[in-house]
C-alpha cells in the first residue's frame, strides 16, 4: 500500500477588520506536519471568498500567470528528478493556504485564491509562497525530522523552504525580467537596498535582491499581524536568538524575515545544486567562513 505524506503550509494574517476576527494565539503556533492535520498554526476559519469585496491586487489571471510561469521553471527540473510537479490551482477556493504533497512521482503544490486575495499579498510574495513550497520538494537539507521513529522525511524543513524559496527559486523566477524597472516602481526599504548593494555589482542582480527582500518583508508581515504583534519587523534588527539544534518548525516572525533577507544576499548561483544530506552545499555557509547571506541562527544550528 502507497503511504501519502504531506507537508502542509499555511500562509494567513489578519491585518484588517475583514479578518481581524480569526483569533489565533503565537503560543500554538505549530510547523507543518506529515499527516496533514495541522499547518504552520492551529486550525482556523479564515477564508476570503472569490466575490469578497475585500482589496486585493492579485487577479484571477494573474494567479494563474504566476502559477504558469512556476511550472514552466520547474516541470522539466521535476521530469529531470523522474518527478512530475502538480500545481493544483484553485482560484474559488477562499481558503488562506498553500500545501506540499508528495503522492508516488506526482510531486504537487496547492495553492488557493483566498491566499492570493488577501490585501497584504503582493504578487512578488505570492509567487514566494510558491516557491517555498516547491523548497519543501527541493530544498534540500536541513529535511524535516519524521514523526515517525525520528527518520528523516521528504520534506525540507521550515527554514530551509524560505531560504531556498527566496535563494534559488525566486531568483529564477525573476531572472528573464527587467528587474531594475520593476523596482524603480517600488519602494524599497533604505537599508535593505543599501546591503543588496554591498553583495551584488550587477545592477540587475541588486534589483532582484531588492525585490526579493520586499517580498520577504511582505511575507513576514503576514506572520507578524496573525500573531497580533505590535513589534515592527526591520531588516536592521534582526532576531538575537541562538538555537542549539536546528529548528524544524516554523520561525518566528522577524526569525523569517532574517531568512527571507540573508537568502536574498547570498551571492551563491541559483544554479548551484543543494544536497539532501548536506546543508552546506550550494549556500552561504559559515563552514566555508562567509558571513553575508547565512541561515540565521534562530533557527539553524550549523553541522559541527
Not at 528587474?179 to 548593494?197: E, L, P
Not at 534582526?238 to 532574517?258: K, Y
Request: charged share 20%; glycine share 6%; aromatic share 8%.
Amino acid at each position: 500500500m502507497m503511504i501519502t505524506n504531506i507537508t502542509k503550509k499555511m500562509f494567513l494574517t489578519s491585518l484588517t477588520p475583514i479578518v481581524a476576527f480569526s483569533l489565533f494565539s503565537p503560543s500554538l503556533v505549530n510547523a507543518c506536519d506529515p499527516s496533514g492535520t495541522s499547518g504552520i498554526v492551529e486550525e482556523n476559519n479564515l477564508y476570503i471568498a472569490a466575490d469578497s469585496k475585500a482589496i486585493y491586487t492579485i487577479s484571477n489571471e494573474k494567479f494563474n500567470q504566476i502559477l504558469e510561469k512556476i511550472n514552466n521553471i520547474y516541470s522539466p527540473i521535476f521530469t529531470a528528478k523522474g518527478k512530475k510537479l502538480v500545481i493544483q490551482k484553485s482560484w474559488d477556493d477562499g481558503t488562506v493556504n498553500a500545501y506540499a504533497q508528495q503522492e508516488g512521482n506526482d510531486w504537487k503544490i496547492s495553492m488557493f485564491g483566498g491566499l492570493a486575495r488577501h490585501e497584504a499579498i503582493t504578487e512578488d510574495a505570492f509567487a514566494l509562497v510558491a516557491c517555498h513550497e516547491i523548497g519543501h520538494h527541493l530544498g534540500g537539507a536541513p529535511k524535516k525530522a519524521s514523526q515517525w521513529g525520528g527518520a528523516v522525511s521528504w520534506a525540507s524543513n521550515e527554514g530551509q523552504a524560505d531560504y531556498w524559496g527566496t535563494m534559488k527559486c525566486l531568483r529564477k523566477y525573476f531572472e528573464k525580467d527587467d528587474n531594475q524597472a520593476v523596482v524603480a516602481a517600488m519602494v524599497v526599504d533604505q537599508y535593505a537596498s543599501n546591503k543588496c548593494h554591498q553583495s551584488f555589482a550587477n545592477a540587475e542582480e541588486i534589483a532582484i535582491c531588492e525585490r526579493s527582500s520586499m517580498a520577504g518583508l511582505s511575507l513576514g508581515n503576514l506572520f507578524k499581524a496573525l500573531r497580533n504583534s505590535t513589534v515592527e519587523l526591520k531588516f536592521d534588527t534582526p532576531d538575537g536568538g541562538r538555537v542549539t539544534r536546528t529548528n524544524d518548525n516554523h520561525p518566528a516572525s522577524q526569525c523569517r524575515l532574517d531568512t527571507y533577507f540573508n537568502s536574498a544576499l547570498c551571492d551563491k548561483s541559483h544554479n548551484d545544486a543543494v544536497s539532501n544530506t548536506d546543508a552546506n552545499v550550494g549556500v552561504c555557509s559559515e563552514r566555508d567562513n562567509q558571513t553575508v547571506g547565512i541561515r540565521p541562527r534562530c533557527w539553524f544550528s550549523p553541522s559541527k
